[in-house]
């Protein structure tokens, strides 16, 4: 096959302060040098995640994993297919693998940084970055690990509708659990409840949002994607020995003082306790959580919807800020290439 002479890569630019501009990333147009060594892969990528823990990754703070440079190739995982092993390397040309390569086109990896997927039947290539990746890893984990969810509990769950909301809500029916959720439109309240199932959902854009969420009483588990208001409203909704799930906080990550939390007393008052948590801290109960969530994707208990975008990897740094404005409905995507056609 004929080799490219050059591909693209997109490496942030500046830092911004609040929202994502359009000059936080550069779009770079390099020549195509890239020749895998012993023990190493070329990969053709054919999608990338765009995920809430970007805008964390572009901060120049400590965190779980160290902020991505300026000029540097944006984190992101993606899916995508081996075009030409290095010597040595356990992988074949034409696997199907995922990693944390970022915005590119191309990338020369480490075996040990592959992780090689079969598509079994009833399951599609996007689930290994959705519900068998990240998002089903900690939607489970987050649950079963510091929820301690059980059945016949209420679980309220925020920002239900994105791609962890949306498993954390259906593993809490599978759990046997009484599951509501909280979005920011009535056609995701509507897609909750309809075609997943929960108990009920809260649109949190409507005037009588805080009186509707009363109705359900109080909750044992509160899975927190999105912080800020959410997170201080449902603190005063706490039963006793209640849990509180820190997955994320959505309407704080654009915010140069993010707003604190006032409500904090009630874990005092309902012996409650709130935990922040990564999902890789539980890297032991992968193999767990897979399995349980193959089973979902199996049964047709977990359901999934992708927000797919196409024209091509530049259209990442414009899509990314549908996070953050409510504009996507399940994981949000970007299809880089055809994964059935890779080339050289």
């Known amino acids: 096959m004929t080799r490219p002479s050059?591909?693209?890569?997109?490496?942030?630019?500046?830092?911004?302060?609040?929202?994502i501009e359009p000059t936080t990333f550069r779009t770079e147009t390099v020549p195509f040098d890239l020749k895998p060594e012993d023990g190493e892969v070329l990969v053709q990528i054919t999608w990338v995640s765009l995920d809430p823990?970007?805008?964390?990754?572009?901060?120049?703070?400590?965190s779980y994993l160290p902020p991505v440079k300026i000029g540097e190739i944006m984190r992101s995982q993606c899916l995508g297919v081996i075009i030409e092993t290095g010597k040595g390397s356990r992988h074949e040309v034409g696997d199907l693998v995922s990693g944390a390569w970022?915005?590119?086109e191309y990338a020369v990896a480490k075996d040990k940084d592959v992780t090689k997927f079969v598509v079994p039947k009833g399951v599609t290539e996007l689930d290994f970055i959705n519900t068998l990746g990240s998002s089903g890893l900690t939607a489970y984990l987050g649950l079963s690990e510091i929820g301690e969810l059980k059945a016949g509990e209420t679980l309220v769950v925020s920002g239900a509708a994105g791609s962890v909301g949306a498993i954390a809500c259906q593993l809490g029916k599978r759990a046997g659990a009484k599951v509501y959720g909280?979005?920011?439109?009535q056609d995701k309240c509507e897609w909750l409840i309809n075609e997943l199932g929960v108990d009920g959902a809260f649109n949190y854009k409507s005037p009588t949002f805080r009186e509707d969420f009363k109705k359900i009483g109080y909750l044992d588990v509160f899975f927190d994607n999105v912080g800020g208001e959410i997170l201080d409203m449902a603190l005063l909704r706490l039963k006793k020995y209640a849990r509180?799930?820190?997955?994320?906080?959505i309407s704080d990550y654009n915010s140069p003082k993010p707003r604190g939390i006032q409500n904090y007393q009630t874990l005092i008052s309902q012996s409650a306790k709130m935990q922040g948590f990564i999902f890789f801290n539980y890297a032991d109960k992968y193999p767990e959580a897979i399995a349980e969530l193959s089973k979902g994707l199996a049964d047709g208990s977990i359901k999934r919807k992708f927000h797919i975008v196409e024209g091509g990897l530049e259209?990442?740094?414009?899509?990314?800020?549908?996070?953050?404005?409510?504009?996507?409905?399940?994981k949000l995507v970007v299809k880089v290439s055809d994964g059935s056609k890779p080339r050289l």
């Open 182 to 185: 909280i979005a920011g439109s």
């Open 102 to 104: 970022g915005w590119t």
């Open 6 to 19: 050059q591909f693209k890569r997109i490496v942030l630019h500046e830092r911004p302060i609040g929202e």
């Open 53 to 62: 823990a970007q805008r964390g990754y572009i901060k120049d703070v400590r």
């Open 244 to 249: 509180v799930i820190l997955c994320g906080a």
């Open 315 to 330: 259209k990442a740094p414009e899509s990314l800020p549908l996070l953050f404005s409510g504009g996507n409905t399940g």
